[in-house]
């Protein structure tokens, strides 16, 4: 257990490499830890969007994380066990994207709809009065936004 | 119950059909890279291609631990009678309302057949359909927007749009071409089987389609063929093009 917990707080300094405010912990992607002795780690990761492309990356930065603090058997595992979901994202996590500028997803109870994403607060001046320009943005994970009180464009970490 | 090696041989053609479909389409889908017509709508249309690549990668790794090949030799290295997707899939682009018609005929379909497959019994596919639900989600809403704001916009757009849903409407009958195993997957509680799935298509798709005034070739009659191999002249170009930089150094490690 308590190597369990060494792993996952290494994991908390693993940093998205797509946003790199957020950690892969409070990103949510992170569904398994397992060590069944002091030299060996298992983790468990599931995809944020099937077509990831940061997914192998994230995996190779795992790895060299836990060899860096020691580990010499390691295990990294991609799986849809556990299937992802923006309500997965921790707060630390919400407040991290917001630093990077993005808005954080709206919480959902898995139904979505466009107009959940169209009062998406804008992450500049914090206003509700924006507009949904569209679902698809310059990652699977991003939408476009436009804030029509502060007219700024911005981009928006879309609920799934 | 016990899999019979028919069950397992449904199941491969079942998970070939799907990861085909997706290939092929994600590849079309990706030629309109740099050339929407609006920023936006390359963006959208780029990003769909790269959840379906993905989504067939996931679907070619779950065969491969079936025991066929790895997927890139899978992907890459089958000529066009080896592919079980569907024909409407493999038709160039064409014009904007062709590309929008088959987007919205189809996505509703891979919704549909993804929501059927959260309940398989077969658990890795299972998997995959409960996450690919969330994403597929903003493809089908793509698509009944864009049906929709083109229904409404002009005469030429309205009449666009109704051609290309008349011409294409018996290839995506063809998405539900039966395949030799349907009684197998049924009985199994694998998969619905395409004939419940059609039903679910029709009763979704026609709906809104007459919502937004188009009228839909109901009787129309299927068009079938590529399930089974048997292919138009548009998809050995399709394959040669998406297959010439790895055939330079097929063992080339990325």
Known sequence: METSARIKSILETVMDPEIPTISLVDLGIVTK???????????????????????????????????????????????????????????????????????????????????????????????????????????????????????????????? | ???????????????????????ILGHRNSEWTGLGPILEEDIAFSSMAQDKVGQSLALYEILHELGESDPDTVAFTRNDFQFHNCQMVEFPIGEYDFSLVRHFFYDHADALRFEALTETVFEPLQMVAKKFKGEIKYHTMHANSWLKQLANGSEESKIRMQQSINELFPHALGMFEPSNFEQELMESGLFIGEAALQQRWLDTV??????????????????FGGRKGVHTEYLQPLLDEMTEVFRIDPSAEW
């Open chain 1, 33 to 160: 830890i397992e060590s069944r002795a002091s030299q060996h780690a298992y983790v468990q990761l599931t995809p944020t969007f099937s077509g990831c492309p940061a997914l192998r990356v994230m995996e190779d930065l795992v790895r060299t994380a836990l060899t860096d603090a020691g580990f010499q058997e390691i295990e990294v595992e991609t799986s849809f066990e556990t299937q992802w979901n923006t309500n997965l994202i921790t707060e630390k996590g919400r407040a991290a994207l917001l630093k990077h500028g993005l808005a954080p997803p709206v919480k959902h109870e898995g139904y979505i709809e466009l107009d959940v994403l169209s009062d998406t607060p804008c992450p500049l001046c914090g206003s509700r009065n924006t507009t949904l320009q569209s679902p698809f943005g310059p990652t699977l994970c991003r939408s476009l936004h436009y804030c029509n009180n502060c007219r700024n464009g911005f981009e928006g970490f879309k609920p799934i």
């Open chain 2, 1 to 23: 119950m016990e899999f019979t090696e028919k069950h397992v041989e449904g199941l491969k053609d079942l998970l070939y059909r799907m990861a085909d479909d997706l290939l």
């Open chain 2, 206 to 223: 026609v709906p809104l389609l007459e919502s937004y005034g188009y009228t839909v070739p109901t009787d129309a009659a299927p068009l």
